[in-house]
């Protein structure tokens, strides 16, 4: 199944071939610098929608990194156009520590049209980003305002679209893991009077039956959030956002 190519314009020829074969699915392949060749190895796409989406068998990947330096990550665009959408893009932007030397080839079939970017090596601004669910998402904005304004690290946690409704807790189940104390008492009240400090991240429960949005507050009766499927934002907390808070917590480095 995975037969190397010598030479990079007969790498990008077999990856557009797999791409044809693989039609109407996502074809994914890397291209690894073997010596002096680059050679292209088609990979297994494990995602459950591979008609929009692929996922890399981690078992290829592996094969990919014992046979050289990975040096290209492919895919296939069907029926789309080739250029990168936003998932394309923050998949890159995540994949570029693991992956430095890797560029990303997209191509369009039946377009016939093959598209080359390098990823993204700083993360996007905080205001305004596209959503992607597990890398530009909720949690993913407050790990990058932790890091970029206060200079805390808080780990990630691998999170499938739509966790909340599998009945999954992941911000009531990892908030203590992650360095985090509720700071405030889960009642109206409570909450109606509590004093936000800079950094306190708000937990909230919109039309779900678990927690499953979380804000951070930025000062002056402010938060920062990135709802499903909208641009991240700055908002005034209050009325709306109050009534669906469920747990205030502070990350342990900033408790006095």
């Known amino acids: 199944m995975m037969s190397p190519v010598n030479g990079r314009a007969e790498a990008n020829q077999k990856f557009m071939q797999h791409a044809k074969a693989e039609y109407p699915k996502e074809c994914c392949g890397l291209i690894v610098q073997q010596g002096d060749s680059q050679v292209y190895m088609p990979c297994r796409n494990t995602s459950p929608t591979p008609e929009s989406d692929f996922v890399i068998n981690p078992i290829d990947i592996a094969t990919c990194e014992d046979i050289g330096e990975i040096i290209g990550i492919c895919h296939s665009h069907p029926d789309s156009s080739s250029r990168p959408s936003p998932t394309d893009l923050a998949k890159a932007y995540s994949l570029h520590s693991e992956f430095p030397l890797a560029n990303w080839l997209i191509f369009s079939w039946p377009e016939g049209d093959l598209f080359q970017f390098a990823p993204l090596t700083d993360s996007p601004p905080l205001i305004g980003r596209q959503f992607v669910h597990g890398i530009w998402d909720c949690y ?44 405030c008492e889960n009642s109206p009240e409570a909450l109606a009077g509590f004093e936000l400090k800079k950094g306190d991240v708000i937990i909230m429960q919109i039309r779900s039956k678990k927690a499953n949005h979380a804000a951070v507050y930025v000062g002056d009766g402010m938060i920062l959030q990135h709802m499903y499927g909208k641009l991240s934002k700055r908002d005034v907390f209050g009325g709306f956002w109050l009534r669906c808070t469920r747990m205030i917590v502070r990350h342990r480095d900033l408790i006095e």
């Open 140 to 183: 993913g904005l407050i790990r990058d305002y932790f890091s970029s304004e206060l200079d805390i690290d808080i780990p990630d946690y691998e999170r499938n679209d739509g966790w909340w409704e599998r009945g999954e807790d992941l911000y009531l189940d990892n908030f203590k893991s992650a360095g985090f104390l509720q700071v």
